[in-house]
């Protein structure tokens, strides 16, 4: 009697993530061409860009308020995190000087001289621009999660207006921590950071003719963390979200 063994099946993939696929693509290929033929300073982008960003941030704010049922008041201060760490790890060592003027400054190194360093090229190449730009933002992202994590610890085990009074409270003190003057050789203190890369430094000469992302970073940026979001929500952890929701005792047990 001969085993036969059985073939598995290759999952094709469904037809919505086809179509989700494809609407990504024309959205990209259209931003990208509306940057090459309108002018920078033209309305569009602004818009664009803000509602890449506030779309973010509200599938986020859904994540946590809507699918776990916890409401939290703390997501500006992790914000704040994310931007500095991005901000102060992308400023040029030629402009460290002058941004921290009232301090000597702990941290002179940026991603972007980093990487156009190993690849010999000169400091503020596109290489480097774009690379260095994505690994700060990645960095801002990891530690904005790291003190989420600390700060979630003690505050998780709160429930109602009270967790959402800790985590606004948790806000106030990571703002005020970095406009501390002992904390200004790496944050500046209470005077701004500058000379960071910006959107509008996306803009590069290539072949004698100016190509923009300026507005398609942050889109591209923007859908890509949607869209692990929706992954995560999908998942089993997005499942034990869902139950924490309906019952958390439930849940728990």
């Keep these: 009697m001969t085993n036969v063994q059985s073939v598995p099946r290759i999952k094709r993939p469904d037809r919505g993530v086809i179509l989700t696929a494809v609407v990504l693509v024309a959205i990209y290929a259209l931003v990208f061409a509306l940057e090459q ?9 602004t818009v664009l860009k803000k509602g890449a960003t506030y779309a973010l941030v509200a599938v986020s704010m859904n994540l946590l308020n809507g ?6 008041l703390g997501q500006a201060g992790f ?3 994310g931007a500095y760490t991005y901000a102060i790890f992308s400023i040029p060592s030629a ?14 190194f940026s991603f972007q001289e980093a990487i156009n360093g190993i690849f010999g090229l000169e400091a503020m190449a596109a290489p480097g621009l774009i690379i260095g730009a994505l690994i700060a933002m990645l960095l801002a992202g990891i530690v904005a999660a790291f003190f989420a994590w600390l700060i979630g610890l003690p505050v998780l085990r709160l429930k109602s207006d009270y967790l959402a009074i ?3 409270g948790f806000a106030e003190i990571i703002k005020a921590i970095f406009q501390w003057q002992s904390f200004g050789p790496i944050t500046n203190g209470s005077n701004v950071l500058r000379g960071y890369t910006r959107l509008s430094d996306f803009t590069f000469n290539i072949g004698g003719t100016s190509v923009s992302f300026a507005t398609f970073v942050p889109v591209f940026v923007a859908s890509m963390c949607i869209l692990v979001i929706v992954l995560l929500i999908n998942s089993s952890y997005g499942r034990a979200f869902k139950a924490i929701r309906e019952d958390e005792i439930a849940a728990e047990a």
Excluded: R
């Design 37 to 45: 033929i309108l002018p920078p300073t033209s309305m569009l982008f």
């Design 67 to 72: 699918f776990t049922g916890l409401f939290s």
């Design 79 to 81: 914000m704040l995190i």
């Design 95 to 108: 402009s460290i000087d002058s941004v921290y003027q009232y301090y000597d400054a702990a941290i002179h």
């Design 166 to 168: 800790a985590t606004l």
